[in-house]
């Protein structure tokens, strides 16, 4: 824990950290009892209440939260409104930065705080900084993606996070480095309707509906299993709390992937 720092003005540094943790957790879990906020308020040497202070100003530049009326505090200073602007269009640097800082305050080396398989085994240089960069990205997105659906499929409301996946919606081997880690390039689905939605055999539509590919009727299921996807169709996804699935990525997927 760093020297108590509380009534000091935060830095850019403490500000991207405040930035990076916000995209991660739902916003009504912004509250000084939050075991995240109370770990980023150690390592920054503030109170957790400050920390959540911090990201609802923060919130308050959030446009999906002000489509839904919530604004969060409007006491934000011009380094809330600029952390925003600059990085939530790019949220691989944001959550590649959010680790630079990190590792730099503990005092660690970067590698030492990514889960990434064998990466001490691979040498220093331009690959193994790309290797870190993938695996900072993908765990900002996994965590992004769940918490705006608040851990739960957004087909079947499934709440059991060993039966959930982070799905891209253009997939990851075809999108380019930002929107590999784009929360709005994701949805929290159940195992079975990922794999079914990676297959193209359901979509979505503009106005967020689940179409479902015509091709299921000739596939061999029972009859309840049938009835259950096909009770589907049409009807509108849960929504979420925040990054709601851009159109341009759902637009590629009816047009690429979606069998018709």
């Avoid at 503030?46 to 990201?55: E, N, Q, V, W």
């Avoid at 993908?138 to 992004?144: E, G």
């Avoid at 990676?198 to 179409?211: R, S, V």
């Avoid at 169709?233 to 590629?252: A, H, M, S, T």
């Amino acid at each position: 824990m760093k020297e108590n720092r509380n009534g000091e003005k935060w830095t850019r540094e403490e500000t991207i950290l405040a930035f990076e943790l916000y995209c991660r957790i739902p916003f009504v879990k912004i509250n000084q009892s939050n075991p995240q906020i109370i770990e980023l308020a150690e390592l920054l040497g503030r109170t957790p209440g400050s920390i959540a202070l911090k990201m609802h100003n923060l919130a308050h530049h959030d446009p999906e939260l002000q489509k839904r009326n919530v604004s969060g505090m409007a006491h934000g200073s011009r380094l809330d409104a600029e952390i925003f602007a600059e990085f939530s269009d790019d949220l691989t640097k944001l959550a590649y930065q959010a680790q630079i800082i990190k590792a730099k305050i503990k005092n660690q080396n970067l590698t030492d705080m990514v889960d990434c398989r064998d990466i001490e085994k691979i040498p220093e240089g331009e690959y193994k900084e790309q290797m870190v960069k993938i695996s900072i990205g993908q765990y900002f997105f996994r965590m992004a993606v769940s918490n705006s659906y608040g851990n739960r499929c957004y087909i079947t409301g499934l709440g059991k996070a060993g039966l959930l996946v982070a799905s891209h919606i253009k997939p990851w081997n075809v999108s380019n480095e930002t929107e590999k880690t784009n929360p709005k390039n994701g949805l929290c689905l159940n195992a079975l309707h990922d794999k079914a939605f990676d297959k193209g055999l359901i979509t979505l539509n503009n106005d967020y509906q689940i179409i479902i590919s015509n091709r299921l009727n000739d596939t061999a299921m029972d009859l309840k299993t049938k009835e259950w996807f096909f009770s589907y169709n049409r009807q509108q996804i849960c929504l979420p709390e925040k990054f709601l699935p851009d159109k341009k990525f759902i637009e590629y997927h009816n047009d690429v992937i979606f069998q018709r």
